[in-house]
């Protein structure tokens, strides 16, 4: 799946660079753009519902912003222009959000500035995002197993009152 969402966000951050940012792509750029369009791309009348990238049916936890702070959902599916995500607590349509993906085992994390465009609520409640700025790609490292960041200190044996002279 997260070959997938390199693929999205190395696309992302290219079109949100040339259409929001107004930065002029250089020739290799504007070659990867295409290449990753046409990789993304549902092909005109494979999607029956006429979106422009292909949806795939993935599984994984997602965080997005929600006030008042952090919802959780799994995504449903993902493509090029965004997922759909299965929450509890779906956000209004227009609502601005900002999701985070983590891959634990590629030590990265992908965060992508979207709106709501749908959402559906009841028993299975879930809601449609579109990307809608620019990404972000993070690295990260867990601590190795088995290390703790500071000591630790247990029971009544202890004593941390200063030493006296």
């Not at 997922?83 to 601005?96: D, E, F, K, M, Y």
């Not at 559906?120 to 990307?131: Q, Y």
Request: a positive charge; hydrophobic letters at 40%.
């Amino acid at each position: 799946m997260f070959d997938l969402v390199e693929l999205i966000y190395e696309f992302q951050l290219l079109r949100a660079k040339s259409e929001s940012l107004g930065i002029p792509l250089t020739d290799d750029e504007r070659a990867h753009l295409i290449g990753l369009a046409r990789m993304l791309d549902s092909g005109g009348g494979a999607d029956p519902i006429g979106r422009a990238f292909v949806r795939v049916g993935t599984r994984g936890p997602v965080q997005f912003t929600a006030p008042p702070g952090f919802g959780l959902g799994q995504l449903a599916n993902l493509g090029g222009g965004g997922v759909a995500i299965a929450t509890s607590r779906p956000l209004a349509p227009g609502s601005r959000t900002v999701l985070r993906l983590v891959d634990p085992t590629g030590n990265r994390e992908f965060v992508f500035p979207c709106r709501v465009v749908w959402r559906r609520t009841g028993r299975d409640a879930c809601m449609g995002v579109a990307f809608d700025g620019v990404p972000l790609r993070l690295a990260f490292g867990l601590p190795r197993g088995g290390e703790w960041r500071r000591t630790i200190r247990l029971g009544a044996d202890v004593d941390d009152s200063p030493a006296r002279a």
